[in-house]
């Protein structure tokens, strides 16, 4: 008989440690070898900060929202108040428009209300009313050539002519004694003008008199005082001119003295506008000083070139010592070199011997895929 084993409180416990376990393991694996998670992490109060500000952004938004649904809601009823006043206004035009209508545009007092006039047959007079003699319907009502109001027409012709004659005499006399008002301020406009005329001409005339004896006396004195200016310049010009003459016959230049042309500045300098030459002694002197000058270049010359022919051997000897130097020395670098290159090939040749000794000595134990496997399984 096949015996079953029945689990007990302990084993549920036990199973659930080992599947709670289980799970946090996972949950571990999944953390630890989430590389991104393991290189990067997570910026908590950077996500707390994104956290913050959505919030601050949606409650933000519910109270713009709350804001623009009051605006709304004012605006609304400002749009009703508005509309109530608008159409409160048009009812108040309106009727003011039927007032009008009623006192100043009634049909009775159009144009052409005798014509649309629905009572115009009972208001008719009867046939020939003016003439005194009524005649009935089937009368004759007129006649060719008839004039049944001739004489009143007449006597309004004859008023109307007598106003218009009335009226033109009227016209006429204003006229006439508008033209004499007028002819007369002309005449006294006239004789003011030729009287203001006169007397500007009288003045002019004397001014042009009084002005013309004061060119007059003017130039008088300018001609007195360019007279006098001309022989005072005349006087002087001649008197400059024999001080000239005077100066020049008895100045240094025409004398020749030597002694003006001595210098401030030195006693062996001279003024060169006023140097009139050197004299015997000093011509000597110079002489003299122009040979010591010439002997004392000509040994300055030699000194120079004896100078420059040492200069030139020892240079010849310096290079002569650089050559043998750079001679012994690439000999130096050539051994040096060679040298290098021996011990250079010694040690590739036990570099290789040590290669060779760990690649199939040290080095012989190669691992397999399996090796490698059997790392990061687990957490722990």
């Known amino acids: 008989m096949l015996k079953l084993q029945i689990a007990n409180a302990q084993d549920r416990k036990e199973a659930q440690n080992r599947e709670r376990r289980r799970q946090c393991e996972l949950e571990r694996r999944s953390r630890i070898f989430n590389a991104r998670n393991r290189k990067i992490g997570v910026d908590l109060p950077f996500l707390e900060r994104q956290v913050q500000e959505k919030r601050a952004e949606r409650e933000e938004q519910e109270r ?32 003011e428009i039927d007032e009008f209508r009623q006192k100043y545009q009634r049909k009775e007092d159009s144009r052409e209300f005798d014509l649309n006039n629905p009572e ?17 319907l089937s009368s004759a009502q007129k006649f060719e050539g008839e004039d049944l109001a001739y004489e009143e027409r007449k006597k309004i012709m004859a008023a109307q002519k007598n106003a218009w004659l009335e009226q033109q005499v009227q016209e006429r006399k204003s006229a006439e004694e ?15 003008r030729d009287a203001r005329a006169g007397d500007l001409d009288k003045l002019e005339r004397e001014c042009r ?36 003459m005077y100066n020049n016959l008895t100045s240094d230049m025409l004398t020749e003295n030597p002694d003006v042309a001595k210098s401030a500045l030195g006693k ?15 011509l000597k002197k110079f002489y003299a000083a122009q040979k010591d000058q010439m002997a004392a270049a000509k040994a300055k010359r030699e000194a120079e070139e004896k100078m420059e022919a040492e200069w030139q051997a020892l240079a010849k000897s310096i290079q002569r010592e650089v050559a043998r130097q750079d001679i012994e020395d690439q000999r130096k670098r050539r051994e040096i070199a060679r040298q290098l ?4 090939q010694l040690l590739a040749l036990q570099q ?11 080095y012989n134990n190669t691992p397999t895929d399996d090796y490698y496997s059997q790392f990061n399984t687990t957490t722990r």
């Open 268 to 282: 062996n300098r001279a003024i060169g506008f006023m140097y009139k030459g050197m004299n015997q002694e000093e």
């Open 64 to 95: 713009r929202n709350l804001a623009f649904a009051q605006q709304m809601i004012k605006d609304s009823n400002l749009a009703v108040v508005l509309e109530a006043r608008e159409k409160e206004e048009r009812r108040r035009i309106d009727v």
């Open 352 to 362: 290789k011997e040590r290669d060779k000794y760990f690649k199939e000595v040290v």
């Open 120 to 136: 115009a047959l009972k208001m008719q007079l009867p046939p020939r009313a003016s003439d005194g003699e009524p005649v009935g």
């Open 178 to 192: 508008e033209r004499k008002q007028a002819e007369a301020a002309y005449m006294m406009a006239i004789k003011a």
């Open 341 to 344: 290159m021996e011990e250079n």
């Open 209 to 244: 008199y009084r002005l013309g004896q004061a060119n007059l006396r003017y130039n008088e004195a300018l001609a007195a005082e360019k007279k006098q200016l001309e022989q005072i310049m005349k006087e002087q010009e001649e008197a400059d001119n024999a001080a000239e």
